[in-house]
Structures are given as C-alpha cells and as structure tokens.
C-alpha cells in the first residue's frame, strides 16, 4: 500500500490525538501542528514508526509571527521519507518572551547546525543543544535580524529613488519619471500591451 497524507493524518492521530491539529495539504505537501513540548515525541514517532519512516530532516527554520501573541515563533522541520518520496512539515510554535524548545540533535544530527542558524536569526533557544551559539552573525549582536520588530526602510528618507525599489518606473508599476523629472501617474490601460 503506497503511503499518501490521509494516511500519515491518520497514524498521527491514532497516537497523539487532540495533540496535533491544523492540518492542511499546500501544494501536496502535509502541513500539521503539536505543542511545543510534544516535539520529539512527535519527531521519534515519525521516525520509528515501520509505515512512516521520516528519516531524513531536509530544513529546520523559524517563521515570526509577531501579530500572534503567544505563538510569535513557529519552528518549522521539513522531513522526508526516502522509501516512499513523501515530505511533510511539522510546526510547534513559542511566544517570543521565552522560545524555548527541545533539541532535536539526538534525533537528526544536521538538526545541529540547523538549530545554531535559527538560534543566530530568530533567537529560538534550542534546550539541550550541544553548542548553541552564533555561528553567522558576530557575537556582539544583542538582537535577531530576522525577527519581524523593525521596519523595512525608513518612510521619511528623501534621497531614495522608488523605481529602484520596485515601485514605479519603466514597467508601468505604479508612478513613472519622465525625461523633465516629473512624476505621472502610469497608463494602466496600456500595460502588458505588446509593444510593435
């Protein structure tokens, strides 16, 4: 019997119950939730279990959330069964004021430098990990570039050009310059034309 989503959907919910949720299929690939605190029991299920077999980790990222309070920091394992060419994602969530979750290096050993690298960018203290420390950005850094707490670019700044930045110019994407350096408003009506 080949292996499909309905059935791992099933397997998980045989042992874990009400303690995975939010199940969802994008672009194929199984998409599920658990509490933090259930994600190496979660993890060692996957892995042992003689119809799943989610041996191989391919990524361990983080994603922030700050509109969630309480679930701000997502940790995302992308596995992979080998035998069957299934992938599905895993997420366990933390609040940003204590990102606490448990390593997974006893488990997958690329999970190490995986963890070090979202530790470095998002903050997410992996407990138990054998050398949790910066390994991309200097150690000096007192917060994590990849957490979603400053803005983009600053509004007030005159000395940008927005067709540089995507926004207006030669495409027609909103406001263009001229050759006098007056900006108009673009023909929506012309763009994606062939031009002849």
């Known amino acids: 019997m080949a292996l499909t989503n309905e059935h791992i959907k099933q397997r998980l919910i045989e042992k874990f119950d ?3 949720s939010g199940f969802e299929e994008t672009y ?5 939730e658990a509490p933090k605190d259930l994600n190496l029991k979660v993890l060692q299920f996957l892995y042992d279990d003689s119809e799943l077999k989610f041996r191989f980790m391919t990524d361990l990222c983080a994603v922030h959330y700050p509109d969630q309070p309480g679930r701000e920091l997502a940790v995302v394992y ?4 080998l035998v069957d060419n299934i992938r599905l994602r895993f997420k366990v969530f933390t609040p940003v004021a204590k990102p606490d979750v448990y390593t997974a290096t ?6 190490n430098w995986m963890e070090r690298e979202t530790y470095d960018f998002y903050g997410v203290n992996f407990v138990g990990h054998p050398n949790l420390k910066r ?6 850094m ?3 570039p990849m957490r979603k707490e400053f803005p983009l670019e600053d509004q007030t700044r005159v000395d940008k050009d927005d067709e540089m930045f995507g926004r207006g110019g ?3 994407f909103g406001t263009e310059k001229t050759e006098q350096g007056t900006i108009i408003e673009s023909d929506k009506d ?3 034309e062939e031009i002849i």
């Open 18 to 20: 009400t303690e995975v």
């Open 28 to 32: 194929g690939m199984l998409t599920f």
């Open 78 to 81: 992308h596995l992979h069964n």
């Open 106 to 111: 006893a488990l997958f050993s690329a999970a």
């Open 135 to 140: 390994i991309l950005n200097v150690d000096e």
């Open 142 to 144: 007192e917060y994590f």
């Open 170 to 172: 030669s495409m027609g």
């Open 190 to 192: 012309n763009v994606g």
